[in-house]
């Protein structure tokens, strides 16, 4: 597709469970980030991606939360053991390399934990 | 460490009145800035970017941002506000030394009739 694309749009589960996120970056895009976006407040840094190595995975908030990108290309952020507090919509978004400071967002996969 | 702050979470405007949305950056090193807009129902998307030369940058939509170095401000502004503006806007700050970019809390951006 022309853009950025996220699966799943919306995901429910309960607490304790395991949950993927996909994106799907625009095509030539080396660079990938992981934000994370909770009501009122703007995208919160989780991971950047050049290439199919994590770059800069600073903001992962603790080690529940994990990204991988083994073709340099999709990527899938992984939780384990959610929680109430992981609900949020979780964006994905690529650029043609780091700091051009353009990024192409997807529409986000928003994550509720029951 | 590289932070945004900006004043207001919620803006309104008349329709065709001045729209002025305000952002203060924190950063030890010649920053990079932005303004990206999310409307309804859609992604984040760049409105305009600042990195080197002039200060004042024009991004899509009439909007524009002044870089002012003395007051860590780049302040968005469009003369006359239309309705198709309502949205969120988010101000955000990078540099050269760190590729992840760092975005305030968002202004919510009101039109009235």
């Known amino acids: 597709g022309a853009g950025v694309s996220q699966t799943p749009s919306n995901k429910v589960t309960e607490k304790g469970k395991y949950v993927e996120l996909r994106c799907d970056p625009i095509?030539?895009?080396?660079?990938l980030y992981w934000y994370r976006q909770s009501l009122g407040q703007g995208p919160e840094f989780l991971i950047y991606f050049q290439g199919t190595g994590a770059a800069d995975d600073s903001g992962l908030p603790n080690d529940r939360f994990f990204a991988v990108r083994p073709e340099g290309s999709v990527s899938t952020l992984k939780i384990q053991r959610t929680e109430r507090g992981d609900s949020a919509v979780y964006l994905c978004?690529?650029?043609?390399?780091?700091?051009?400071?353009?990024?192409?967002f997807g529409e986000g996969s928003r994550l509720t934990v029951l | 460490a590289q932070s945004v702050t900006q004043l207001g979470s919620h803006v309104s405007v008349s329709e065709g009145a001045l729209v002025l949305l305000r952002c203060n950056y924190s950063s030890s090193v010649p920053p990079y800035l932005f303004w990206y807009v999310q409307y309804p129902n859609q992604g984040l998307q760049l409105l305009l970017k600042?990195?080197?030369?002039?200060?004042l940058v024009k991004g899509i939509n009439g909007f524009e941002a002044e870089f002012k170095k003395s007051e860590t401000s780049f302040h968005l502004t469009k003369p006359s506000a239309h309705m198709s503006d309502a949205a969120e806007y988010f101000c955000a700050v990078s540099d050269d030394r760190d590729d992840k970019i760092i975005f305030g809390k968002g202004t919510r951006l009101h039109i009235l009739p």
């Open positions: 978004a690529s650029s043609l390399g780091p700091n051009t400071g353009e990024l192409f």
């Open positions: 600042y990195t080197t030369g002039a200060t």
């Open positions: 095509s030539g895009h080396t660079a």
